[in-house]
């Protein structure tokens, strides 16, 4: 349904734009399909439901990725994510602090790099 | 430091008074310093930080546990702590399916089959 | 679009009819949409797609589920799926002893128990 | 090489005779060869190696599966196993417990709870 | 058993040799036994079953490989060899997008980036 | 309490001084506390523990790291621990290679690369 793809992309236009092209872009040559998917499902599908707002989507999904592991670009994509739906640095930085209590310290250690990353690119790009 | 162990009780007190007595209770015997580490630390350490309210602290880890996956207790005592500190079931049921994105959806189905036996034991209690 | 969950539901029918009428109906009260998504993103949009077999789609799915740990539920209905289209039981086991390389034995043990599991239960069903 | 295989089986008989029986017993009319590959390759090949004694291989055991999760009969057999070859109780507590930090609470948790179902079994027996 | 690891290398030399000699070559100063391990074990007991074709044990592996994470040298050998033994580019990326649905979306996304690497290398070798 | 935090601090002189002090810097301006927690509970709380050595300590953390994955770093530095506190490189390797029956050849393989990074930094350290 053309709807699904649609609500995908105004869903994506709010959390992360850039991160989302840059995604599609990647995808095209090789698994095109996946890019569709990715705007469908989760952003068409689940991030539209009601019943849960987007900052509290945005804090669940750095949870989930931080506690997983191996999900570097994403998370960087969700922090990001989570920025543009009203979340603060800080609340960011609580949400991966927690998770050495749930998945260990090393994914709450990798986890705060990789928001470091995102604040320190951030910060590098208002700053030209 | 005493203030550490009272300052998670505290803090348990509000989240899942109940579960963290049985969790004591359960280690009391065998290790009970892994409980009292988890007054201190979680409850006493993190959970206390400013910078983000309990019930995104509660939504981050349900998220976190319905994504590991083998976390069937504390994912209970979370899903009570959640309805604890502000979360109405809706918002817990989302955050569980959003998991299905990102930790696939068996460990999304299975975290929707322990919030329906929590919520199905709080009606039957409810109910006496 | 309706015709997702047709097809959703015409390569359920063809996989695993019975494992998907219980899931809809563990659903139904808690999360429905999840059980309509379990119709729609995975056998709507997944497993119809051309490129590549259902048997074969099968094969990776058990796979991976025994690789993951604590997805009995799903193993087994996907052990049953793999028979329905035309797997037999002996290469359900190779692929899961196959697990003990990727994912360490207690995962491979665990899954050719719950393969002993499921063909019982059909060997049961059949004697009736 | 049936040299392997008796080198595994001597293993096993120092390390959990009685786990290792049931083992073969329960693999037996489904999957044989993956209780062969049991005995040959982690008794046979990987214990029998010189450069690490039974009672370190056994405390890096009972982590790995207390951090893996999902693992609970493997956990049960190797805490016996670990207790036949020189471990004390308090000894695989405090492993169990230090995974609080690599794998966060939850893991640990469980990890204790089939540690006091294993001391509970065995107490029983000796008691009888 | 000369026997295994005879077979182990005839597996290997099927599926792929070029990363087999790099993987002995980065273990042999190191762990060579680690890599004697390698043909003997999976190429030499699991892959030279009969009971599953080999193209259908590249599928479970590449399948078990999105899944778990962090294995992407792994992943890009299996990928190669699931090309040596049949599989077509299609049907590989068939299998890592249904990954998605049981392991989630940055699982298979991360697993699609490692495939185009791997068809990109080749491609730029047969270009020369 | 100071204490918890002293005897953190003496414990990573022990184990580990230089990767705690890298660890502290890079955490300083981002997430300061989380620093602070890895001293007092990781190293004040857990490894301040009698009733185990801080060799097998050292022994249980290098297999969970390798079990878990997406640990290059706190694996790296706890090799190195490892070696602090009394193992030689052939326990470590071994411990490494036994996680190939726990967590499967992928994990191990990994593990062992990194080892093998770890020990020919220490060689070129010591060689300058």
Known sequence: MEDRYAKGLKNLEKIHPEASKALMNNLQ???PDLGRFVVEFPYGD???RPGLDLKSREIATVAALTALGDTK???KDHIKGALNVGCNRQE???VI???A???GFPRAINGVYIAKEV???LDEKNNI
Chains 1, 2, 3, 4, 5, 6 share one sequence.
Do not use: G, P, S
């Open 92 to 94: 960011i930085i609580e």
């Open 101 to 103: 209590v749930y998945a």
């Open 73 to 75: 670009q994403e998370l």
């Open 46 to 48: 689940v991030y539209d």
């Open 97 to 99: 602090i927690q998770m």
């Open 119 to 121: 604040f320190e690119e």
């Open 29 to 31: 040559d090789i698994a």
